[in-house]
């Protein structure tokens, strides 16, 4: 296994056995096949048993962890293993989708557990973990303890129903939750069930939309609740929002291991401090807090996967059988989810494959064969969805609320990364060749990407500020080969007790630096003017504070889920506000919590729905919001149920649709 990010291109070749194979001469036993394959299923079957089924995520991960030779620390193996696990779960997950036990826990997990068995067995690997521990694994898990701690701050301890003012920030977040909805429904991916996924989401998505994401986290939901079965529709709002959370921090966690990792043994001490830090304070300090509030949950979780996937292959420590292994996750995993970033982790696939082409040789016909297996099954759902019903260029150039990462950190580590790469010292190097490869070849495609978007609307748009948000976490797994460029510490003379504490000293002066460097952290020190700190003004603390919290929504929230909604089988149309947004959030919203999130296509009429509030409207804006209340209603399959807020408005409501041989049941449901 190779353990340094040094590897020079033009060194002789040294074939070595692949780590873990004891040799030919080693025997396969089959006792030891036929106890790992019955453990295979006996661990599932006991966990299902006593509805234990989540301790099969770890049991998954540890058992990946065991196999392959990845790092030579625990926490690298496992964040691989975890990787891995999810790549797995994706891409097996067609296979999931057509069978006849869906996201059942046992089968699923029994499957998995058996490939690793017969796989390992095959390799002739012993199940092995290093638990040795690096002093800059504290950052790594204290950026995502405090990232966790800052985005479930104002959710803890609230109940269900009160936590969906904080769901329900944006329209985005509702259609992802529908998604998610539907997968879970249905057993499988949505495109793979288009008929029986339109009721849960709203056509096209079933076909055209990356499903990695929802999919994944769907079969966690049914490991959770040890069920197929969903369960009620706010009970999974809760679980879904709580999973959403949660990948905000390990995407954070998991930046500042990937600029860890590129910075191979050498980083280490104040330097690895000073990175780590760094990459923590950007993120928990910038911008990208944002992707929480706007509901961009997809492109959370993709970004997570792609800096991983870089990650391993800007370094790509590790023997032929893991470079195939984590290239394959990468490929899946990242397409799966946001297909926008397939093409990054090719760019970086393509250059690691030239740069590092001596480390195949006598390989090459495997090794490419199984990354184009790969590659066309990463590629499926892309494929299926252009296709079909998916206009691409249409797409590209679609307009909505937008995400615009830290120009200038976004920029300025960009050339830093540029300078680092370039020195004499890294340039022989594969790490430094690879970052080279990487930033140029991300920033030619975000240009070109640009470019055309001003020449065929005249602007940059929605996913333009997408690729940006890529291109930002290319900057900061940079830092990983930039921190390389500080000195390091020298030596200290006496005990050893004393050179520890200069270390932790060090490392610790060195983080606080750059968290207030980088994240606008003053400890302490007043501001000037007595204005608040960059921190304090950071998105992040303003989620935390509760201030992005949906007001307009909590209560139309709090009347709907008290409402008796469970096992609603006609649309609900929800009028509590004069505010046409308000209304269509609370009709979305009606509909999540019914299940019934396709009937949405029809419902968007509600945006132009303006009366249900106790205020009066004008008559025309009556008559006008009348007419788009029956276009709506003609939109349902079935006769619709429409709450309004205000008696008098309800009364009117439902004389002028009968008079005009509408079917609805309109009734009065007072805000609570």
């Given at each position: 296994?190779?353990?340094?990010?040094?590897?020079?291109?033009?060194e002789?070749?040294?074939?070595?056995?692949?780590?873990?194979?004891?040799?030919?001469?080693?025997?396969?036993?089959?006792t030891?096949?036929?106890?790992?394959?019955?453990?295979?299923w006996?661990v599932p079957?006991?966990?299902?048993?006593?509805?234990?089924?989540?301790?099969?995520?770890?049991?998954?991960?540890l058992t990946?962890?065991?196999?392959?030779?990845?790092?030579?620390?625990?926490?690298?193996?496992?964040?691989v293993?975890?990787?891995?696990?999810?790549?797995?779960?994706?891409?097996?997950?067609?296979l999931f989708?057509?069978?006849?036990?869906?996201?059942?826990?046992?089968?699923?997990?029994?499957?998995?557990?058996t490939?690793?068995?017969?796989?390992?067995?095959?390799?002739?690997?012993?199940?092995?973990?290093?638990?040795?521990?690096?002093?800059?694994?504290a950052?790594?898990a204290?950026?995502v303890?405090?990232?966790w701690h800052?985005?479930?701050?104002p959710v803890?301890g609230?109940?269900?129903?009160?936590?969906?003012?904080?769901?329900?920030?944006?329209e985005?977040?509702m259609?992802?939750?529908s998604?998610?909805?539907?997968?879970?429904?249905?057993?499988g991916?949505?495109?793979?069930?288009?008929?029986?996924?339109?009721a849960?989401?709203?056509?096209?998505?079933e076909?055209?939309?990356?499903?990695g994401?929802?999919f994944?986290?769907?079969?966690?939901?049914?490991?959770v609740?040890?069920?197929?079965?969903?369960?009620?529709?706010?009970?999974?709002?809760?679980?879904?929002?709580?999973?959403v959370?949660?990948?905000?921090?390990?995407?954070?966690?998991a930046?500042?291991?990937?600029a860890?990792?590129?910075?191979?043994p050498?980083l280490r001490?104040?330097?690895?401090?000073a990175v780590?830090?760094?990459?923590?304070?950007?993120?928990?300090?910038?911008?990208?807090?944002?992707l929480?509030e706007r509901?961009?949950?997809?492109e959370?979780i993709?970004l997570?996967?792609?800096?991983?996937?870089l990650?391993?292959?800007?370094?790509?420590?590790?023997?032929?059988t893991e470079?195939?292994l984590t290239?394959?996750?990468?490929?899946?995993?990242v397409?799966?989810?946001?297909?926008?970033?397939?093409?990054l982790?090719?760019?970086?696939?393509?250059?690691?494959?030239?740069?590092?082409?001596?480390?195949?040789?006598?390989?090459?016909?495997?090794?490419?064969?199984?990354?184009?297996g790969?590659?066309l099954?990463?590629?499926?759902?892309?494929v299926?969805?252009?296709l079909?019903k998916?206009?691409v260029?249409?797409?590209?150039?679609?307009a909505?609320?937008?995400?615009?990462p830290?120009?200038?950190?976004f920029?300025?580590?960009?050339?830093?990364?540029?300078?680092?790469?370039?020195?004499?010292?890294?340039?022989?190097?594969?790490?430094?060749?690879m970052?080279?490869?990487?930033?140029l070849?991300?920033a030619a495609?975000?240009?070109?990407f640009?470019?055309?978007?001003?020449?065929?609307?005249?602007y940059?748009?929605?996913?333009?500020?997408?690729?940006?948000?890529?291109?930002?976490?290319?900057?900061?797994l940079?830092?990983?080969?930039?921190?390389?460029?500080l000195?390091?510490?020298g030596?200290?003379?006496?005990?050893a007790?004393?050179?520890?504490?200069?270390?932790?000293?060090?490392?610790?002066?060195?983080?606080?630096?750059?968290l207030?460097l980088?994240?606008?952290?003053q400890?302490g020190v007043?501001?000037?003017?007595g204005?608040?700190?960059?921190?304090y003004d950071?998105?992040?603390l303003?989620w935390?504070?509760?201030?992005?919290r949906?007001?307009?929504?909590a209560?139309?929230a709090?009347?709907?889920?008290?409402?008796?909604l469970?096992?609603?089988?006609?649309p609900?149309?929800a009028?509590?506000?004069?505010?046409s947004?308000?209304?269509?959030?609370?009709?979305?919203?009606?509909?999540?919590?019914?299940?019934?999130?396709?009937?949405?296509?029809g419902l968007?009429e509600?945006f132009?729905?303006?009366v249900?509030?106790?205020?009066?409207?004008e008559?025309?804006?009556?008559q006008?919001?009348?007419?788009?209340?029956k276009?709506?209603?003609?939109?349902?399959?079935?006769r619709?149920?429409?709450l309004?807020?205000?008696?008098?408005?309800?009364?009117?409501?439902?004389?002028?649709?009968?008079?005009a041989?509408?079917?609805?049941?309109?009734?009065?449901a007072?805000?609570r």
């Open positions: 296994m190779a353990t340094s990010s040094a590897v020079l291109t033009r002789p070749v040294v074939h070595r056995p692949e780590p873990g194979i004891t040799g030919p001469s080693a025997r396969r036993s089959p030891v096949l036929a106890a790992a394959l019955a453990a295979s006996a079957l006991l966990l299902h048993t006593v509805a234990l089924d989540v301790l099969l995520l770890p049991v998954l991960v990946i962890a065991a196999l392959i030779r990845v790092g030579g620390g625990l926490l690298d193996r496992l964040v293993a975890a990787f891995l696990l999810c790549g797995a779960v994706m891409g097996l997950g067609l989708s057509v069978w006849p036990w869906g996201l059942a826990p046992v089968p699923g997990a029994g499957l998995m557990l490939i690793a068995s017969v796989s390992g067995w095959l390799a002739r690997r012993r199940p092995r973990i290093p638990l040795r521990l690096r002093g800059s694994d950052l790594i204290g950026t303890a405090v990232v800052y985005v479930h701050h803890a609230r109940p269900a129903a009160e936590r969906l003012a904080y769901f329900v920030t944006s985005d977040r259609g992802h939750f998604y998610f909805t539907g997968i879970r429904e249905v057993g991916y949505a495109f793979l069930h288009q008929d029986a996924a339109r849960y989401m709203m056509t096209p998505s076909a055209v939309y990356p499903q994401s929802h994944l986290l769907a079969w966690i939901d049914a490991l609740t040890s069920s197929v079965q969903a369960g009620s529709a706010l009970a999974m709002t809760n679980r879904y929002f709580i999973y959370l949660a990948c905000y921090a390990l995407f954070c966690g930046l500042v291991w990937a860890r990792w590129i910075g191979g050498r001490g104040w330097r690895a401090a780590c830090a760094t990459v923590a304070a950007v993120m928990m300090s910038g911008s990208m807090a944002q929480i509901g961009f949950d997809s959370t993709g997570l996967f792609l800096a991983v996937a990650a391993l292959l800007v370094r790509p420590a590790v023997g032929r470079f195939v290239a394959a996750a990468g490929l899946i995993a397409t799966f989810v946001y297909n926008l970033y397939g093409a982790v090719g760019i970086a696939l393509a250059a690691v494959l030239l740069i590092h082409r001596r480390r195949f040789t006598g390989r090459w016909i495997p090794v490419l064969a199984a990354l184009a790969v590659t099954v990463a590629g499926l759902p892309s299926f969805s252009v079909t998916l206009d260029a249409k797409t590209s150039n679609l909505g609320p937008m995400v615009i830290d120009r200038p950190v920029i300025g580590l960009g050339l830093l990364a540029l300078v680092a790469a370039t020195l004499p010292v890294n340039r022989r190097t594969g790490t430094g060749q970052v080279l490869a990487l930033v070849g991300a495609m975000i240009g070109a640009g470019a055309w978007q001003k020449h065929t609307i005249g940059y748009s929605y996913y333009f500020e997408k690729l940006t948000a890529a291109g930002l976490v290319i900057a900061l940079s830092l990983g080969l930039i921190g390389l460029m000195p390091p510490a030596g200290t003379a006496g005990p007790l004393r050179r520890r504490a200069d270390l932790v000293l060090r490392s610790g002066l060195a983080a606080a630096a750059a207030a980088f994240g606008g952290v400890w007043p501001s000037g003017w204005h608040p700190s960059a921190w950071s998105p992040m303003k935390t504070r509760g201030e992005a949906n007001k307009d929504i209560a139309p709090r009347t709907l889920t008290g409402r008796d469970q096992g609603a089988a006609s609900v149309i009028l509590y506000s004069n505010d947004f308000v209304n269509l959030q609370s009709t979305f919203l009606a509909q999540i919590l019914t299940k019934q999130g396709g009937t949405m296509v968007y509600v132009h729905v303006k249900g509030g106790p205020a009066a409207v008559e025309k804006e009556y006008v919001s009348l007419g788009r209340l276009t709506a209603i003609a939109s349902c399959p079935s619709p149920t429409v309004v807020g205000d008696l008098r408005t309800a009364d009117r409501i439902r004389q002028d649709l009968a008079a041989g509408t079917e609805a049941s309109v009734v009065h007072p805000l």
